[in-house]
């Protein structure tokens, strides 16, 4: 059991049947009236989210979440398949399960694959990845405004925003959690 006073990003618990992660907290202490925890959820296995607030007192039970290493083998029509790192087995899952978690994932790539109770829910990627870029327009000499930004697209189909420096080719590391560019490789 954990209590809404224990509450940190990225714990898992059972509420109403369901299994939420905290996705933000804010201890809240108002001048009048007694204490609450302010919170957004994610329910893990349909994706949405939800607001809502608890007693500092209130307990809930923990929802143990595993993560297992499995290796992206391919993918075939709506089907995508991955390899247990241990057993060797293949597993399908199909895009309802998986969203859009995949973008930044390429065959031969190990992710981790979400599970509770038994049913997979969810793919973890690799916090970095590194992709090369196989789209984008050239750069300008001389538009060198500070922060400016093109799209490109990327070998897995997922297009980001990057710097004008980067070209087509380019080899470089994006942060999977948000999407966003980080540097040349």
Known sequence: MISAGEFRN???FELDGNVFQIVEFQHVKPGKGAA??????????????VEKTFRPTEKMPKA?????????????GD?????????????????D???DSLKFVKENMVVKVLSYKGSVFGVEPPTFVELEVTETEPGFKGDTSTGATKPA?????????????????????VDTRTGEYMERV
């Open 153 to 173: 697209t990327l070998e897995t189909g997922a297009t980001i925003m990057v710097p004008l420096f980067v070209d087509q080719g380019d080899f470089i590391r």
């Open 36 to 49: 609450f925890v302010r919170t957004k959820l994610k329910n893990v296995i349909t994706g949405g989210v």
């Open 10 to 12: 990225g714990v898992t």
């Open 79 to 95: 089907l995508y398949y991955f390899m247990d790192q241990e057993s060797y087995e293949q597993m399908p899952l199909n895009s």
């Open 97 to 99: 399960q998986l969203g």
């Open 64 to 76: 143990h979440i595993e993560r297992k290493d499995y290796e992206y083998l391919y993918s075939d």
